[in-house]
């Protein structure tokens, strides 16, 4: 019988996303959560993935100083919508301009992670992208999938967990959760390199 066998150090999830949380429970292992105060204004001429990369390392290195014996995962996600990057739309009015203007287009959502040890100072990155085509659907369709799924804190105001999924044509990942906001195939990997998961027999 193979079982996990996991090793005793803390790990933190610098997020307060209630989607990487799920995502994160979902591998078994104790965790805490910290609310990183990072500043998400991206830099002049920035480019999408560079901006999710930047943020996802911040806050892992903005919990650090309390924890300095501990695995700390840090993640963010930018939708890039033609090399220029698209955000939460915050309210209704702003998720249906979203979703009106990517009708029958494609974007490629960037996921990117920064697992670190604060205990040693190293650092793992990585970033994973998922392309999504949406579909065209009626104004009435739209306006109604956003009474009921309420997506304003998603980029490209579609949840691919919930609802939204019916608002895309197609999504192309080798990562499934990556859309979701936290890939954990590419995550696990940089776990085991931390010696966080090890299988055994």
Do not use: W
């Not at 650090?64 to 919508?81: L, S």
Request: with cysteine.
């Amino acid at each position: 019988m193979v079982t996990l066998e996991i090793v005793m150090r803390s790990i933190v999830l610098a997020s307060t996303s209630p989607y990487r949380r799920q995502l994160l429970a979902r591998l078994r292992v104790a965790f805490e959560i910290d609310a990183p105060a990072v500043d998400e204004t991206p830099l002049p001429l920035e480019l999408p993935r560079a901006i999710a990369q930047r943020l996802a390392r911040n806050k892992a290195l903005a919990v650090e100083p309390r924890h300095r014996d501990a695995i700390i995962i840090g993640a963010d996600q930018v939708a890039d919508d033609d090399g220029q990057p698209l955000g939460k739309p915050g309210d209704h009015a702003a998720a249906l301009e979203q979703l009106q203007s990517l009708q029958g287009r494609t974007v490629v959502f960037h996921t990117a992670l920064a697992v670190l040890d604060s205990a040693s100072g190293q650092l793992r990155e990585d970033s994973v992208p998922t392309t999504v085509r949406f579909r065209t659907l009626p104004r009435a369709v739209l306006d109604a999938y956003l009474r009921l799924d309420t997506p304003y804190d998603c980029a490209g105001a579609a949840k691919a967990e919930s609802l939204g999924i019916m608002l895309l044509e197609s999504v192309q990942s080798d990562d499934p959760t990556a859309l979701i906001g936290l890939p954990l195939i590419r995550l696990t990997t940089l776990l085991m390199r931390n010696d966080v998961l090890l299988p055994v027999a």
